[in-house]
């Protein structure tokens, strides 16, 4: 009795999008939470020493004073690389052929959870920031030092882990949904690309 072949989900239909949607979006959170912490731990503690490139700041701080841009750009070149080749090829057939359309939308999840967590937000009293802060300035206005065991008190953690947690995500889905865009519609080949449209060349006769 032959044994029954396996069931492949239907990469058009809906519960392939939906894969393709989570697939996605678990490499946005995967960049903003732990991509970016990992290139900067690692280049404070492998590339730094090699260069002789020294800084009093700690990593974390380093991190937090730069949050934007290393949120940002990791994204960004993820999105714009095939992730399908580095995943198991279970998954691969399905991003590579979802990869432009879904992947456009990576951003809708993390701004929906920045969207309820800003709804949500009420000012807590603390002395380490006054009770009138806003809900924009609460998760866009990042924390410059992060708090240690020796200084707790150096910042908020609570703000730390919220900016970490939910307006990370957020910058980072957009720049992966953008990302991708570049390069389905293959902007930096068209910008690099110096061609003469138009040009048509004339024989010349005897």
Not at 65 to 70: A, V, Y
Not at 119 to 137: C, N
């Amino acid at each position: 009795m032959a044994s029954p072949e396996p069931v492949a989900i239907d990469r058009k239909s809906p519960l392939g999008y939906v894969a393709a949607f989570i697939l996605h979006t678990l490499i946005v959170y995967t960049c903003a939470i732990n991509l970016s912490q990992w290139l900067v731990f690692h280049w404070f503690r492998w590339v730094a020493p090699i260069f002789s490139v020294s800084t009093s700041v700690p990593p974390p701080d380093w991190y937090l004073q730069h949050f934007e841009l290393m949120t940002i750009l990791p994204a960004l070149l993820t999105g714009y690389v095939n992730v399908a080749r580095f995943l198991p090829s279970a998954y691969r057939t399905l991003l590579r052929e979802s990869r432009h359309s879904i992947a456009t939308w990576a951003w809708v999840l993390p701004t929906l959870v920045l969207l309820y967590r800003m709804l949500e937000y009420r000012a807590p009293a603390s002395v380490l920031y006054g009770s009138s802060m806003t809900a924009l300035k609460y998760f866009f206005e990042i924390q410059t030092v992060a708090p240690t065991f020796q200084n707790p008190l150096a910042s908020d953690p609570i703000r730390v882990w919220a900016q970490f947690s939910v307006t990370a995500p957020f910058y980072a889905g957009v720049a992966y949904s953008l990302g991708t865009l570049v390069s389905k519609h293959q902007l930096l080949t068209k910008l690099f690309t110096f061609e003469k449209r138009g040009e048509t060349t004339t024989p010349v006769g005897p």
